[in-house]
């Protein structure tokens, strides 16, 4: 079986949830008094996809403005983004345009884009609906879903969607860069030289 490493990186507003989602995520806790991210912070977290193990390389990056210009050093060479706004705050799915118009012009080429609109708990008092939400994915060619950190609604969901995106390994390919055949290795790669 293959493990592959997949970087992802989060984007979005301050306090839309980016770092519940990947707290949520990679050791299923929530915190309700969780501070801003400064920068960035990492976390790993393998999943089974196929075939395959998906090491996600989780960068979430901070909202705030001043930490804007940093954001390319995350999203450069991802395979992955997950660009989260809060349902409560229509400012917040403005603002996730602007990184996803941001992310076609700068970012990889072929990078999986997954939506995810955060707080969906706090529903009755919501400014974005999900249908206009999804429109936008289904426009940009990008996952939809909306989640609850708190509540642990559909975080595991944005991470296996990314994962059916993610093209599988050519059974050629194994041992290149960003994969590893796990078991004995063969004599041919034992001989390569690296």
Known sequence: MAIRELKVCLLGDTGVGKSSIVCRFVQDHFDHNISPT????????????????????????????????????????????????????QDSFVTLKKWVKELKEH???????????NKCDLADIREVTFKEAKEYADSIGAIAVETSAKNSINIEEVFQGISR??????????????????????LQSTNRCC
Not at 107 to 117: F, H, K, L, R, S
Request: with cysteine; charged share 20%.
């Open 165 to 186: 995106k993610i093209p599988p390994l050519d059974p050629y390919e194994n041992g290149e860069i960003g994969a590893m055949k796990l078991g004995r290795p063969s």
């Open 107 to 117: 970012g990889p080429d072929n990078i999986v884009m997954a939506i995810a609109g």
């Open 38 to 89: 400064i920068g960035a912070s990492f976390m790993t977290k393998t999943v089974p996809c196929g075939n395959e193990l998906h090491k996600f390389l989780i960068w979430d990056t901070a909202g705030q403005e001043r930490f804007h210009s940093l954001a390319p050093m995350y999203y450069r060479g991802s395979a992955a983004a997950v660009i989260v706004y809060d349902i409560t705050k």
